[in-house]
């Protein structure tokens, strides 16, 4: 019986240039996220699915790990088209190994046996019909970490533009000049997973901090559009420091100028919503994304853009007029869920 390995070697096709060099034609250097991976010949990069082949760089191509028509508050995009449905789509990997993943059985599926996880061959435009079908406004590559698949995504987004569709990335940021520089043209949209301001903590995560900032900041300069979003684990990144740290530097890295006037309803919104008292810690946070929601305002960048408290209990803030907006999710789980990655 073929493994997962042989599968999805089995549904690879070469690097675009773009994303890849070889330098003496055996070791080929990757550009698709912030490793930056020199691999030699036969072998992967940290990611496990872009592999050198005779200094050819081989990328994931022709399958999904699934795809379904979701709320597009669940990626969550939460100023984009409300209430609309977005396709989304994933295939396997993560250049990353958080411990607290939410995604692990399509993230991890190369780290984790118990994963479990298989793969749907399909094509570009069949992903797109379907979409349609749906009735989506949009299509998501979500699920795995995109960046690591980048050329499968924009084959997906090129179909998905010829029908009208919005096209985004729910990712983790950890991304390069080089790969933004390739998406740009194809995506609308672009949600960071921003897990803190603790390099120690990336680090633990496999991966830094600065790449993420550099990612926002990134998107931002190139008028894609940007949410930003921060799963709060008690525990490991919702002390007061953190959370304040996070609503101001997110306020610097967006790029915002102005002093900042500290948003004083936060708090009286967040005890109307009944959020859990765990949350109450999160007061620095939206102080912080109120000072960007308060210094920035103007006409909304992409179709239904909006400013709103999300009706599901997190906390949301636009920055319509400038593609950038915060949000910070509780996750109700202990950190520790599943031992962490090898
Ligand atoms: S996507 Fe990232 S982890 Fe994977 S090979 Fe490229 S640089 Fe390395």
């Not at 997962?4 to 698709?32: N, Y």
């Not at 449905?85 to 990353?96: P, T, V």
């Not at 949410?227 to 953190?242: A, F, H, K, Q």
Request: aromatic residues 6%.
């Amino acid at each position: 019986m073929a493994t997962l390995g042989d599968l999805l070697a089995a549904h690879t096709r070469a690097g675009d240039p773009a994303l890849c060099e070889s330098s003496d034609g055996t070791w080929v250097r990757c550009s698709a996220c912030a490793h930056e991976c020199l691999i030699p010949d036969d072998a992967s990069g940290t990611c496990k699915v872009r592999v050198n082949h005779g200094g050819t760089l081989m990328v994931p191509w022709g399958y999904v790990s699934g795809a379904q028509s979701d709320p597009i508050e669940k990626k969550p995009f939460f100023h984009v088209e409300p209430g609309s449905r977005a396709f989304s789509f994933g295939m396997l990997g993560c250049d990353l190994k958080c411990a607290c993943c939410q995604n692990w059985v399509t993230s991890q599926a190369l780290r984790d046996p118990a994963a479990g996880s298989t793969i749907t061959r399909t094509s570009p435009e069949e992903l797109v019909h379907a979409a349609v079908r749906s009735g989506a406004r949009s299509v998501v590559s979500t699920y795995n970490e995109p960046l690591i698949t980048t050329e499968w995504a924009v084959a997906v987004f090129k179909a998905a533009r010829a029908a009208g569709l919005l096209t985004g990335y729910v990712s983790n940021g950890h991304a390069t000049p080089k790969v933004l520089d390739y998406l740009a043209p194809w995506i609308d949209m672009y949600k960071v997973d921003l897990k803190g301001f603790d390099e120690l903590q990336y680090r633990n995560y496999g991966g830094h901090l600065e790449p993420v900032l550099e990612t926002i900041r990134g998107l931002h300069a190139r008028g894609i559009w940007v949410e930003v979003v921060t799963l709060v684990v008690p525990g490991l990144n919702n002390s007061d420091d953190e959370l304040g740290q996070l609503g101001q530097r997110f306020f610097r890295a967006s790029g915002a100028r102005g002093s900042g006037i500290p948003n004083q309803g936060s708090p009286k919104r967040n005890r109307k919503s009944g959020q859990p008292a765990g949350l109450a810690g999160a007061s620095p946070l939206e102080t912080g994304a109120g000072m960007l929601n308060d210094r920035i305002s103007g006409k909304a960048g992409l179709p239904g853009a909006s400013s709103s408290t999300s009706p599901n209990g997190t906390i949301a803030r636009s920055a319509a007029g400038k593609f950038i907006s915060m949000s910070a999710a509780l996750y109700a789980p202990p950190v520790s869920i599943r031992p962490g990655h090898a």
